[in-house]
């Protein structure tokens, strides 16, 4: 078990904020001590924009306005407050007349939007400024005003750039936690959509936001993902990665245990099984919990088209995918240890293109292995335009030389290559990145115990998959434990089912829950396939025809 | 849902008895049928079946006086604690031979038709130890493992098994009947003791979420492993002829090289069977590792069931590498077997139920 650091030495502890970060003095109803107070809060603050206006008419009124140049929509602030306070003054009668504090009077008659609240600590005014909302602070009052003009600059709802699709919808998650909670709430119009939102990160206060469909999910799994949520005291959140991190099962597993998507149709229909999404601001990819293996070898589209073709595909993905860590090393075992079992004439050419190479096999594939690696973290980093070209030349250009310069067999260029495309047609980023990852560990089990090697080293996987889970889902489910909702869900695996056949949800789900699609109850008689209605004579001219 | 309590479905149990009982001993069963029965051996595993049934109700009647017990807390509620950790004690040093001569085979077939320059320690070593690291995560990752190697199992052997039986001799087969009942009855009781892994249900049993179905498991299981036997022993006969059968001592293993695959895509496709034979002796010594660190663990009632493990892969590996030769690995294999196989699967469980019920303890009514 890891060492927990020393409390003490680590505190964001001062004056004027408390343990957690929270600011620990108290609203005056003296706007003088608030103007102060603001003043020494955010001394050197350059960007903040503080305003002290007079609204009253004869007596005086005084409030003084607070905000972040930047971070909000000056459009609102100006045209639905400051215009109307300009408005007043021009104006005759009296609004301070009867016996209403003075914020609810401001509230009452200043604000034209009605996302305008009234709070009680300085903390969490300080903490709606620091969101890009705008504060009033109000003389004589022990209130004060916070206004929803959160407006700071965003790139919009885009596609998202990780997951393609050439049917479906084609909007993504942007780096804005409301905006994406809307895309997801856009997709399931039900009052049992909840929302929880909690701030992670002493100093950063990210804003994350859990979703769940109130009588799908489990309420032990909700409750298991706020308790994780609340374990750690951490400095920032930047991105739904560290969240990741700190709340999966197995931080030694190479594979990913929550599922992490770009696409809110995904999140959508995760919900819809059961289970919970988490959302973290400045982050476009949103965390869904918990996730399987088999779900992430799930895409969209797979759902948007007919069943065949992508009953065909997944097969496709499942087959690349073993392939992307198990082809290199099954190259090496055979070579090296059963080459009797290639077909002779295969055998032969082999042995004739690799005429004139010194280096043993496994040197060779683990040479090309790093070059590969090299051209995609390359890829990466080298800017867009020429980012392209200039791995496909490297890629060509080396791979042409090295196998003239007869350093490596043109073998290994193509096992490489292969290898490296399968990598790209698994749905998930982030198991690729796993399987890259074990890889190697089959190319050396294989460099030493040939076939024997490989095979112990997919028990090895296996076991450690068998071992895996994620927030209490086995990651092999369904194809373990299937039997726990009576094989259904084995429907949506390799194969695609149509989805006629596909009623139920999976076991994520509540199990009174578990049904989705069913014939409508006055209908109840019907055939469960899809098309025209069937009377009973001509079901049988039907079956004939067919 | 999921709760987290070691313990595993009814299903699981007949996965993990099915995957227990396919091990090295099948790939012998041939050349065992062929010296009893000659080529009426393929009956054998349907008689067996009977004896089978009588090692269920020995276990499945003791197992049901105790619901919720493994052996390790109900064997000292019938006989006192010391006779009781004596059985206990014997029971985990049968079950470490066993595992130890099993994985010796094992290591031995992998020598011959894989690894031949390899020492067999090595292999048998790295064996036990990939086997330690699924065994360490308990009985519910064991038991989501065997569901996950069941395919990886038998999808390939379906697939060998029908260019074998579309392509066999079954005039090897006849005439049909000639055998003795004697040498029948004798052949099924050495048969029957590939069900040996039954007596895991001693332990198992009490882990499973529904004891009631304890039989059902067990009875699922042994018909499932009756007919593959059969089949085995059918299409080996019919495929390598039954004399050659006796003659070879892995005749399954000549089976799968006698065999073409159309295309001549694989050659030497015995080596790719292997992986089916790999993996489910992974699952048997798995088991082996998992019940003797589970009767260690609850013995001296360590709180952590995987404490054992370490400790007992040396003994496994010396018990292992002790016979000198392939031959005597075998003599000592299939003696151990045909002497100390029924201990634990009858004698031992009816003199417990004999006791049990004098000293009226347990549930009577199961």
Not at chain 1, 486 to 494: A, H, M, P, R, S
Request: aromatic share 10%.
């Amino acid at each position: 078990m890891t060492k927990q650091p020393d409390q003490n030495t680590i505190s964001v502890e001062d004056m004027y904020h408390d343990k957690e970060n929270k600011i620990n003095m108290e609203l005056s109803t003296h706007l003088d001590t608030n103007i102060k107070n603001v003043d020494i809060l955010f001394k050197d603050c350059m960007d903040l924009v503080k305003r002290e206006v007079d609204i009253g008419k004869e007596v005086p009124f005084r409030v003084y306005g607070v905000y972040f140049d930047g971070m909000v929509n000056r459009e609102i602030l100006e045209n639905f407050f400051l215009s109307r306070i300009i408005d007043y003054k021009n104006l005759n009668g009296d609004i301070f007349e009867n016996s209403k504090t003075p914020t609810q009077i401001i509230m009452q008659h200043f604000s034209a939007t009605f996302d305008v609240k009234e709070v009680d600590t300085m903390d969490d005014m300080i903490a709606a400024i620091l969101s890009g909302d705008s504060g009033i602070f109000v003389d004589n009052s022990e209130k004060g005003i916070v206004i929803a003009t959160r407006g700071w600059p965003n790139r919009g709802v885009g596609e998202p750039s990780s997951e393609n699709v050439v049917r479906g919808s084609r909007d993504g998650f942007t780096e804005i936690v409301r905006f994406n909670s809307v895309l997801i709430r856009r997709r399931i119009r039900d009052t049992k959509l909840k929302t929880k939102m909690i701030s992670f990160g002493t100093r950063s206060r990210t804003d994350v936001a859990v979703m769940f469909i109130e009588d799908i999910a489990r309420p032990e799994l909700v409750e298991d993902v706020m308790e994780r949520l609340n374990k750690y005291e951490v400095d920032a959140i930047f991105d739904s990665g560290y969240i990741e991190q700190l709340i999966e099962d197995s931080w030694k597993s190479p594979f990913p245990q929550t599922q992490a998507t770009e696409r809110p149709d995904k999140v959508a229909s995760g919900l819809l099984e059961g289970k919970v999404a988490i959302i973290v601001d400045n982050s476009p990819f949103v965390l869904i919990v918990p996730t399987t293996l088999n779900a992430l070898y799930q895409a969209s589209e797979d759902y948007y088209q007919r069943w065949q073709i992508m009953s065909l595909t997944r097969i496709l993905r499942y087959l690349v995918s073993f392939l992307s860590f198990a082809l290199p090393g099954l190259y090496i075992a055979t070579l090296n240890f059963q080459p009797g079992m290639l077909p002779t004439p295969f055998a032969i050419s082999i042995a004739a293109a690799r005429e004139g190479i010194t280096f043993p096999t496994v040197l060779e594939i683990l040479i090309m292995e790093v070059t590969f690696e090299l051209f995609r973290e390359a890829g990466i980093r080298i800017p867009g335009a020429i980012g392209h070209v200039i791995g496909l030349v490297g890629g060509i250009v080396i791979g042409q030389a090295v196998v003239e310069a007869r350093i490596i067999s043109p073998m290994i260029v193509i096992i490489v290559a292969f290898t490296a495309i399968s990598t790209f047609a698994i749905p998930d980023y982030s198991l690729t990145a796993s399987f890259r990852l074990i890889r190697f560990f089959f190319i050396g089990a294989s460099a030493i115990f040939g076939l024997y090697g490989f095979l112990l080293a997919m028990l090895f996987v296996l076991a450690h998959l068998s071992s895996l889970e994620s927030f209490k889902i086995p990651y092999l489910a369904p194809y373990n434990a299937s039997d726990r909702n009576g094989f259904k869900d084995l429907k949506d695996t390799v194969l695609r089912f149509p989805t006629f056949m596909q009623g139920t949800r999976p076991i994520f789900a509540r199990e009174n829950q578990r049904i989705r699609l069913r014939l409508k109850k006055d209908r109840a008689g019907e055939d469960m396939e899809p098309g025209p209605k069937k009377t009973s004579n001509n079901k049988h001219v039907n079956r004939r025809n067919k | 849902m999921f709760s987290h309590n070691g313990k595993v479905s009814v299903r699981q149990v007949e996965i993990l008895l099915i995957l227990q009982m396919f091990n090295t001993s099948i790939l012998l069963l041939p050349r065992i049928a062929a010296n009893h029965a000659g080529r009426n051996g393929y009956m054998l595993p349907i008689v067996a079946l009977a004896f089978g049934i009588i090692y269920l109700f020995s276990i499945t009647t003791l197992t049901n006086r105790f619901k919720g017990d493994t052996l390790v807390e109900f064997a000292p509620k019938i006989i006192g604690k010391p006779i009781a950790y004596c059985v206990l004690a014997l029971f985990a040093i049968k079950i470490m031979i066993t595992t130890g001569l099993e994985i010796r085979m094992f290591g031995e077939m992998v020598s011959q038709v894989m690894l031949p320059k390899t020492p067999i320690e090595v292999i048998i070593l790295i064996m036990l130890l990939t086997t330690a690291y699924l065994v360490k995560s308990g009985i519910e990752a064991t038991a989501r493992m065997a569901e996950i190697l069941l395919y990886f199992i038998f999808i390939p052997l379906v697939i060998v098994l029908t260019f074998i039986i579309v392509k066999a001799d079954y005039k090897q087969l006849m005439p049909f009947f000639e055998t003795d009942i004697v040498s029948v009855g004798k052949g099924a009781f050495v048969v029957s003791l590939s069900f040996m892994p039954i007596e895991f249900m001693l332990l198992l049993a009490g882990l499973m979420k529904k004891q009631e179905k304890t039989k059902q498991a067990i009875v699922i299981a042994l018909i499932t492993i009756a007919i593959i036997e059969t089949i085995i022993i059918i299409s080996t006969y019919a495929g390598i002829g039954v004399n050659e059968s006796k003659r070879q001592i892995w005749p399954v293993l000549t089976l799968m090289q006698s065999i073409q695959f159309p295309g001549s895509l694989i050659e030497n496709q015995e080596i790719l069977m292997m992986t089916s034979w790999v993996f489910s002796i992974y699952m048997y010594i798995s088991a082996g590792l998992y019940f003797t660190s589970l009767i260690g663990s609850r013995t001296f009632k360590f709180k952590r069931e995987n404490v054992f493990i370490l400790p007992i892969i040396p003994i496994i590996y010396f018990i292992a590498i002790l016979p000198k030769s392939l031959v005597e690995a075998y003599k000592y294999y299939v003696g151990f077997q045909y002497h100390f196989g029924i201990w634990f699967l009858v004698p031992i469980p009816l003199v417990l139920i004999f006791i049990a019920k004098m000293r009226k303890v347990g549930h009577v009514n199961g």
